[in-house]
């Protein structure tokens, strides 16, 4: 069983960042992809961004060119550095962690969810 706490959300200003980490215990976090979603108030939850066991790194369209995942294996830490916030980027936004995963799937076919963090920004 893999557990998932993820922090860092906040309250930032539109075109701010912030930095959100998500710590694994449990399961071998090297073998799994770990991915990144977020839900706003009424929305469905979205793909924000993945990085798979091998490596590779999906971003949504949204988000390309602003957020950047990475995760140090020795750690067992996931990390989303969100630069350039906007207005529409405020959700709750949750670590997702799938063994053996190749990190395209949507959030469902992810075993191991956290319990998210929230994410505000104001205008």
């Known amino acids: 069983q893999v557990q998932l706490v993820e922090s860092g959300g906040g309250l930032v200003q539109a075109g701010g960042f912030l930095r959100l980490s998500c710590a694994a215990s449990g399961g071998t976090f090297r073998l799994h992809a770990m991915g990144w979603f977020r839900q706003a108030p009424g929305k469905e939850r979205e793909f924000a961004a993945a990085i798979n066991w091998n490596g590779d790194i999906y971003y949504a369209d949204s988000v390309k060119g602003r957020f950047t995942i990475s995760r140090d294996n020795s750690k067992k830490t996931v990390y989303l550095q969100m630069n350039s916030l906007k207005p529409e980027d405020p959700a709750v936004y949750y670590c997702?962690?799938?063994?053996w995963g190749d990190g395209l799937g949507p959030a469902r076919d992810y075993k191991y969810l956290g319990q998210g963090t929230q994410v505000t920004v104001s205008s």
């Open positions: 997702a962690g799938d063994l």
